[in-house]
């Protein structure tokens, strides 16, 4: 990487990263407002909820990224809450708000919003 911290910039490109900018609105709800980080196949954000006036952390996976952490996320959140003892480590799974995708230069990204944790 030229830039330490930074993803890879050569995997913007297709089936890579979507190019996300401070202040670009993701799904006619999102203002950009802030990088939080980024993975081997995703950019997280912070942006602002404008219906639920709220924070909220949008992933954007790269194009050729398979969206199975979006369903393992859903399908931990749905754990009954009766369980005896509870669920070690359940508080830390965070919920899923809100699922869409992104068209863009390098593909369609499959996104979701969760809380923002730094």
């Known amino acids: ?67 199975r952490e979006a369903k393992v996320l859903r399908t931990l959140s749905k754990l009954p809450t009766s369980l005896s003892p509870p669920a070690h480590g359940r508080s830390l799974v965070p919920m899923i708000f809100d699922e869409f995708q992104v068209q863009g230069p390098n593909g369609i990204h499959a996104c979701y919003t969760t809380v923002p944790i730094k």
């Open 1 to 67: 990487n030229w830039i330490k911290g930074v993803e890879a910039l050569e995997e913007y490109q297709p089936g890579g990263y979507h190019p996300v900018m401070i202040g670009d609105m993701l799904h006619n709800r999102y203002p950009v407002v802030d990088k939080l980080g980024h993975g081997g196949y995703s950019t997280v954000w912070l942006a602002q909820d404008t219906v639920l006036k709220r924070y909220v952390a949008p992933k954007v996976n790269t194009a050729n990224a398979q969206p």
